[in-house]
């Protein structure tokens, strides 16, 4: 199910740019061998791969120009963990720094909210605010989806719901808020 959705997404992605310009088109990375885990922003910390996640690990590692950014294989997330090896890539340098703008300025920003711990860097951009995080919540088998874009903040139950409501150009999510 998640492979079919990804590649719809992908598809739509593609769609939307239009003609490919030089370095800037949507492009799906070869997948990557599963690790220990997904990495959480906590360094050395993992959570165990999700069915969902298990598939959308299998289907690609990086996925540059995605929706809300571009989405990291689980080696973009671990290098996350190291300023040498972040800084080694221009793109995760710039995501990382947006990711730190966030949470430094943005009260209500995931990554201020919740432990690194709680917290997945699932995509990011390296020159907006756009994101999204997996939020690992206990006793839940898939971890829910932050996505910050111009719409505000959105949540989701998980990766399939997310793919979905981008399908359908549904941002009614954008409109559900937990605060009082």
Not at 66 to 79: C, Q
């Amino acid at each position: 199910m998640i492979k079919e959705l990804i590649q719809a997404a992908f598809a739509k992605t593609v769609e939307l740019w239009g003609e490919p310009v030089e370095g800037m088109s949507p492009k799906l990375w070869p997948p990557e061998p599963l690790g220990q885990g997904v990495p959480t922003m906590a360094p050395g910390v993992y959570r165990p791969y999700s069915p969902m996640l298990r598939e959308r690990f299998e289907v690609c590692g990086r996925w540059t120009i995605a929706a809300h950014g571009h989405w990291l294989s689980t080696a973009d997330m671990e290098a996350l963990w190291s300023d040498d090896k972040t800084a080694a890539d221009p793109l995760l340098e710039g995501v990382k720094e947006q990711q730190v703008a966030g949470m430094e300025n943005w009260a209500n920003e995931a990554s201020s909210l919740f432990g690194p711990e709680r917290l997945s860097l699932f995509a990011g951009s390296d020159y907006t605010y756009e994101k999204i995080y997996l939020l690992w919540v206990d006793f839940e088998a898939e971890p829910e989806i932050w996505v910050y874009d111009a719409n505000g903040e959105s949540r989701y139950r998980d990766l399939a719901a997310y793919l979905q409501a981008y399908l359908d150009d549904d941002v009614s999510a954008a409109r559900n808020t937990w605060r009082a």
